[in-house]
């Protein structure tokens, strides 16, 4: 063992056996606390460079992940096409990444300016993106807009904006943060892809379209066959379409129904009035075309000619929802034997239960059928016809529509005369 460690151990056994003077004692116990003194610091300084190398080797290892996080982060933002920025609300002072220049179109060397920045916006977005920065400035929440951007050789940019706002303890706005993204790639593929969407939508409805024609034409085929078996001049049916319509476009002019009335149920009840004996296929002859009077049995099975156009066109009409030519072909074909006061048939409706276009209907019907001839009777007279059916107003026929025909039942007669003759 070295002697000079241990010669202060020494000297205090020694001082057990002999006296000595304080001054003595206070040089030995200066010599003891110094050594005692450079011994924790030499094991605290060894402990301290340890521990500066380990946070040493972190704070390496750290930036070198930050660095590697911001590289990719930029390349990230120039794949994306995102940029982000700053702006200090006080100043106007804007700082922005590397691929806001890109985004803008100017040269990097420039240091961005937020007027240069407004002044990009496309002038028919100006206003808006103006409103959005205002509210955005006044502190309110940042709303996510897009917008075009109008570049120096005259091209169109659509960008994406994110905000973001920062407060201080007085609730003011201390900082405004956001993001830009260049969207220009993602809505020329939406124009393109709306584009196929409507071109293929249209040739979707071209082929629907010809597939209804298509049906169209069976049912006015069976129509013309229907009449044919019991009508010598051929054409009700025609007829029947330029008196609904004339009814129809008369009631929209000025009538308790005119607000149910619009251009569309026009179009549709002149179409769809033809129809209205298409069940009338499903009769037999011997009971159609019976010049007597038919008995109970021969009258029920009459009356199913309304139940089998409606289920003909019903079936139809599964394979065009919402047709409205369908839809009052349905309604024509089931309702327009029905009465005002509730004794038609087949389900008895009555007053205004019954739709508007069944009851147009009746009264263009009875009225052609009264100045047709048919198996069982001659043509009557237009006055007679006249006069059978105003005595039906508030029984047989809706009141509203006799008092137009009173007024206007001339034209009924120039219709039935004219379509007779064509």
Partial sequence: MNPASTAPFDVAEQLSQTSHSDEYFKLLFDHFAE??????????????????ADVSKT?????????????????????????????????????????????FGIDRIRKPELSEMLQRVHPDDRAMVADASAEVFAGKPPQNITYRLRMPDGSTKW??????VQHNRLGEVQMLYGTLQDVTQVKQTERKLQRYNDDLEAMVQEKANELFASQVATIHALVKLAESR??????HIERMSRYSQYIAQALQQGSPYAEAIDDAFVRNIAMASPLH?????????????KPGRLSADEFAIMKTHVTIGYETLASVNQAYPGNGYLTMGMDIARYHHEKWDGSGYMDGLRGQEI???????????VYDALRSRRVYKEPFTHEKSVG????????????????????????FEAIYNSAAHD
């Fill in 277 to 289: 004996d298409i069940g009338k296929v499903g009769i037999p002859d011997g009971i159609l075309l």
């Fill in 388 to 411: 059978i059916i105003l005595e039906g107003k508030g029984t047989h026929f809706d009141p509203t529509l006799i008092d137009l025909f009173a007024a206007q039942h001339t034209t």
């Fill in 355 to 365: 739709p508007l276009s069944a009851r147009i209907l009746t009264l263009c019907d």
């Fill in 35 to 52: 050594r005692v003194d450079r011994h924790i610091q030499t094991d605290l300084y060894a402990q301290l460079m340890a521990r500066y």
């Fill in 230 to 235: 019991d009508d010598d001049t051929g054409e």
């Fill in 59 to 103: 704070l390496e290892n750290t930036v070198q992940m930050l660095t590697r996080s911001d590289t990719l982060r930029r390349q990230a933002e120039d794949i994306a096409m995102l940029g982000n920025w700053t702006v200090d609300p006080q100043t106007e002072a804007i700082e922005w990444s590397d691929t806001m220049y890109t985004i």
């Fill in 159 to 164: 960008v994406y904006a994110q905000h973001m």
